[in-house]
């Protein structure tokens, strides 16, 4: 048989297993759902918190035992936060072998950046515009968790924000729906594999559906009012490419929109989730979001709560237990249909087949494979690579970077240098606590140079109520001042590492104020007074305002919490083993009173000339502070640099079908002294439309690698999809079109790039 014949069978025979297995999983649900009373449906629409040590005693009275007691009963279909091989086993034992019908648990955790071994934050690796390595780390976390008996994690949290203060950004990929949708579908992808029964990967959740990035002031949890043209156009569009990239399950959000509390917004979970984009898995509630819907004020008590949940498409209820107890009421009073409870049901069970727990409820638990597995060297090679590539270089002035790699005497200063605690950043619940490489360890790795430490600042641990011990910067105490100025004193070059401490940016972390925290600014200006040959080494969870230090310290390097590798990284960086070619994923303002601020504003009709100075009062300015960020969204710098010249387009307009196309391409060449990496990136502006539309988007990027003194042609495909955008027809099923009219087209090195060609989309 030829080559093609049997390959041409391969596949049909393939579609057909494919196809046999889909039908078999709807099959196997309906015979499973034929069998189940009410209060196992209503069973595995309940998700609890791991509540006891399920390897030690049993608990007697309490919460606890009436937890277990409903376990065994078959009244719960999920359990979060129980992790490791014995511990999942033998929970997982008794969902399979003490109830009625044997059905396994689905065992879901907050994987954000890596399980024991911890990758850096998201926002940090959305910084490295790396589709592929951000894949991969998904994939390694994926690996990590699921040897450790997980099958399920909360991420990717896709919201886009525009708002620093908010301490969730970290977890995020910052503040556009391009980028975001990408990196979005890239994590999906990563985390579930090509096989979601395969034991190395888990089910992944797109959250927190939605809004919940535009939180007014950015203090968590608040409300969030927008209008369509922001929902549609910045908020849905990674959740969408989300579904598009298969996400198994979704989580609704703790925020109202526009009044409605997500996890009773139908408009969103029931129209626009499961029936505009046809997604087939289900939506688990955020924590105890169903109760919180009383304080909110929309609920009147806990039944009305689980109507409105239900009624919205909330399948699955996490830890508020309202469900358990209230849907067989609600039922009973026709305030839920039984289709509804149904339609939940399958959704869960589907996910459950598809991830093969009822041809194994075991298959995450194999001892072997988790001691094999767990903080092995292929993971920590993946942090590292993923590491290295989120870091951006912000400023290098005097090519104070690279630093030499001998004879250089180095006074190694900050609170942040030798802490081993916070580089891990926030939501890295299965970590070792103090087992990141520590900035010291990654430099003294490299023999050639004499390096003095000193912590200038002191860190404290406390304890914030009712939650695990953290390393916080201390503000009362100066007393290391005097030793870190002596090390200043006495040496070629200083590396500052100062920053947010681990937990200082995450859930419930909100800041009014986004400077170093602490003495650490003081601790700057008095060193830089001694020894202005400095190296800021920053490490945060969120863009920070740093005018002073981008004024004075020549060299400033953006190391955000890298993880467990992050010492390594950031040695390698400062060594020139690996040339920085990060660029920033969210605007860094200028100040506080700037926010919300990003790049993809919209003009208003007062822009003033090229948005600064219009030399007059009456213009959309500040009085006291420029309108631009102080570093821009796509920023950032190599230690070679880059020329662009020549932007062309083969023709300068675009017929108005989907076959038709424009080619942009510009000329980039390295004029440095290094090999380097530089993202190219391409803007677009709608001119004029029925919907203002803002005056640059992303809408393409490219990877390029030059030696220096090469050059290389990079060129864009530009179609009439990628001027696609949400206006305001009342009807948001076909609210989605491009418009004819001029467009600016820009290319460069970061989204303030004013290089531009315009074309036409015709009529
Ligand atoms: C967070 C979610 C998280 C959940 C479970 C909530 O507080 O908002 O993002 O997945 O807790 O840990």
């Known amino acids: 048989m030829n080559n093609n014949i049997s390959l041409i069978i391969i596949f049909l025979f393939g579609l057909i297993v494919n196809a046999q297995n889909k039908n078999s999983y709807q099959k196997e649900v309906e015979i499973l759902l034929s069998k189940m009373t009410i209060d196992e449906k209503i069973g595995q629409m309940n998700q609890y918190n791991g509540f006891w040590n399920a390897t030690g005693p049993e608990p007697v009275g309490g919460d606890a035992s009436k937890k277990l007691k409903n376990l065994k009963s078959g009244l719960v279909g999920s359990m979060l936060n129980v992790r490791g091989v014995e511990e999942v086993r033998a929970i997982q034992k008794i969902a399979v072998e003490e109830t009625r019908l044997g059905i396994p648990l689905i065992f879901g955790f907050d994987l954000i950046h890596g399980y024991k071994t911890i990758a850096p934050i ?41 708002d620093a203060r908010w301490g969730r950004v970290m977890e995020g990929a910052g503040e556009d729906p391009y980028l975001g949708s990408l990196i979005a579908a890239a994590r999906v992808k990563g985390l579930q594999g090509e096989d979601l029964s395969s034991p190395h990967t888990i089910a992944a959740t797109a959250k927190h ?16 009012d927008i209008g369509v043209n922001t929902l549609h156009n910045i908020v849905l569009p990674p959740f969408k490419a989300a579904v598009d990239a298969g996400v198994k399950t979704f989580m609704n959000s703790f925020n109202d929109l526009n009044g409605i509390p997500a996890t009773a917004d139908s408009y969103l979970q029931r129209d626009i989730l499961k029936g505009l984009w046809g997604f087939d898995g289900f939506v688990v509630s955020d924590w105890g979001s169903l109760r919180e819907m009383i304080d909110h004020g929309y609920a009147k008590n806990k039944n009305h709560a689980g109507e409105l949940a239900l009624n919205a498409g909330s399948d699955m209820d996490m830890e508020s237990s309202i ?43 194999d001892l072997d494979r988790e001691s094999s597995i767990t903080n092995s060297n292929e993971i920590n090679t993946g942090a590292l690579e993923m590491a290295k590539k989120s870091i951006v270089l912000l400023k290098n002035q005097k090519k104070l970077l690279p630093l030499k790699k001998s004879g250089q005497k180095i006074a190694l200063i900050g609170p942040l240098a030798s802490d081993k605690n916070s580089p891990l950043g926030n939501w890295r619940i299965a970590a070792e606590n103090n087992s990141a490489i520590s900035v010291k360890e990654g430099l003294e790795a490299f023999k050639g140079n004499i390096i003095e430490y000193s912590q200038g600042v002191r860190l404290v641990n406390k304890i914030p109520e009712g939650f695990h011990e953290e390393v916080q910067i201390n503000n009362t105490d100066k007393t290391g001042f005097e030793e870190a100025k002596i090390a200043a004193k006495n040496s070629d070059v200083v590396v500052m590492v100062l920053g947010e401490y681990g937990f200082q940016s995450g859930e419930g972390r909100s800041r009014s104020k986004l400077d170093l925290p602490g003495f650490q600014q003081e601790l700057l200006e008095e060193i830089y007074s001694i020894n202005p040959n400095i190296v800021l080494v920053l490490m945060n969870g969120r863009p920070l305002v740093l005018n002073w230090a981008n004024k004075n310290i020549p060299a400033i390097l953006e190391a955000w919490h890298l993880g467990t590798q992050s010492g390594n990284a950031i040695a390698q960086v400062l060594y020139g083993e690996y040339n920085p070619s990060g660029k920033l994923p969210m605007s860094f303002p200028r100040s506080v009173g700037q926010i919300p601020i990003y790049y993809n504003h919209k003009n208003t009709g007062r822009p003033g000339a090229d ?30 640099s880059f020329n662009y010249s020549n932007i062309e387009l083969n023709k300068n307009y675009l017929e108005n079908n989907d076959d038709d196309y424009l080619i942009a391409s510009i000329e980039i060449s390295n004029t440095g002294d290094f090999k380097g990496k530089e993202v190219v990136q391409l803007y677009l502006h709608d001119k004029y439309a029925s919907a203002i539309r803002p005056v640059k988007e992303l809408k393409g990027f490219e990877i390029i690698e030059l030696d220096p003194g090469k050059s290389k042609k990079v060129s864009f495909k530009i179609t009439k999809k990628m001027l696609e955008f949400y206006y305001n027809k009342n009807d948001w099923i076909s609210g989605w079109g491009a418009e004819p009219g001029d467009f600016d087209l820009y290319i460069g090195t970061s989204s303030a790039t004013k290089r531009k060609i315009e074309f036409e989309l015709l009529k």
């Open 209 to 224: 559906f939605a809004a919940y990035g535009f939180i007014e002031s950015g203090r968590d949890y608040n409300t969030v």
């Open 122 to 162: 998201p926002l940090a690796e959305s910084a490295s515009w790396d589709l592929e390595e951000i894949k991969k780390s998904a994939a390694l976390g994926a690996k990590e968790a699921s040897a450790a008996g997980i099958n399920w994690t909360f991420a990717p949290m896709v919201d886009i924000s525009r």
């Open 323 to 365: 469900y358990l107890q209230e849907i067989k009421k609600l039922l009973v009073d026709k305030k839920v249909s039984m289709e509804q409870i149904d339609d939940a049901v399958r959704r869960i069970l589907k996910v459950k087949y598809e991830l093969g727990l009822f041809d194994d409820p075991y298959k995450y638990c």
């Open 611 to 640: 948005g600064e100075d219009a030399g007059s009062v009456f213009w959309s300015h500040y009085i006291d502070e420029k309108n631009s960020p102080l570093f821009p969204f796509g920023y950032g710098l190599s230690y070679t």
